[in-house]
């Protein structure tokens, strides 16, 4: 669990397909190779790709913007 300055807090929830589909944005900011990153295309509906880990990858239905 991350503590904001603003008093709030974020924390990590699983990767599952409800989690990707309820997101109103998936943020990548690490590429991990144990990451099914097709899975994560198909099934998230927008996607932040800060590392490229989306280049490439098949059958992705989201739109997805690189940084």
Do not use: F, Y
Not at 23 to 30: N, P
Not at 35 to 64: E, F, L
């Amino acid at each position: 669990q991350l503590r904001l300055s603003e008093g709030g807090s974020l924390s990590s929830v699983p990767l599952t397909d409800e989690a990707l589909a309820a997101a109103d944005c998936v943020v990548i900011t690490a590429a991990h190779d144990a990451i099914d990153w097709a899975r994560v295309g198909s099934t998230a509906r927008i996607i932040v790709d800060s590392r490229n880990a989306m280049a490439g990858v098949q059958g992705v239905t989201a739109r997805v913007t690189k940084l």
